[in-house]
């Protein structure tokens, strides 16, 4: 391994935690996650429900922690301003981002890369959906604290048949919690 390459690769990386969640910013939330946190806990999601459903995990990680990767070059652009040709500036970024790497390496995380945005193996929709019950589980964070705050249109998150369970706990959580408010106040 090229240690100028590796320390180089965790610097660019490192960007993520300088960059505030978009959303987040728009809707007014004072001292957002950045895009580092996020990335954290959607991997420890992945990482337990792929560990539960005994896939992957190794591939589950990797996709996991490359999910937004190429937001060091893009941005967190929200799902309502992503352009019809995403997906091929986020692959320019990747490919940008790896591309000092070896050959061997720099395949393995393209490969990974595709399989997490074609969504079409258990471990890609398994990433994908630890990456929107993060979302969800950070709106429940931000709605607890601020109550007042209009965060519903991140309630509203398609996930797969095997993270629908989850999503509705969420849900349900919330809306005990929004009970309990209305009650005390």
């Not at 992957?56 to 040709?85: I, Q, Y």
């Not at 007042?148 to 797969?160: A, D, H, K, M, Y």
């Amino acid at each position: 391994m090229n240690i100028d390459v590796f320390l180089d690769f965790l610097q660019i990386a490192g960007k993520l935690k300088n960059i505030p969640r978009t959303g987040w910013v728009e809707s007014g939330i004072e001292k957002p996650e950045s895009v580092a946190d996020h990335s954290y806990r959607t991997a420890l999601a992945a990482m337990i429900l792929s560990d539960s459903l005994g896939l992957d995990t190794c591939k589950v990680l990797r996709m996991a922690l490359m999910h937004d990767l190429a937001e060091v070059e893009l941005g967190d652009v929200t799902p309502r301003d992503k352009k019809t040709n995403h997906k091929e500036s986020e692959n320019v970024a990747i490919r940008e981002i790896f591309s000092d790497f070896n050959t061997t390496l720099k395949e393995l995380y393209w490969v990974t890369w595709l399989e997490y945005q074609e969504k079409k193996t258990l471990e890609a929709v398994l990433v994908h959906d630890a990456d929107k019950i993060e979302m969800i589980i950070q709106t429940s964070e931000y709605q607890r604290n601020s109550p007042e705050r209009e965060l519903n249109r991140f309630w509203n998150v398609r996930v797969s048949p095997m993270g629908k369970e989850i999503v509705d706990k969420i849900k349900e959580r919330r809306d005990m919690y929004t009970e309990i408010l209305d009650i005390d106040t």
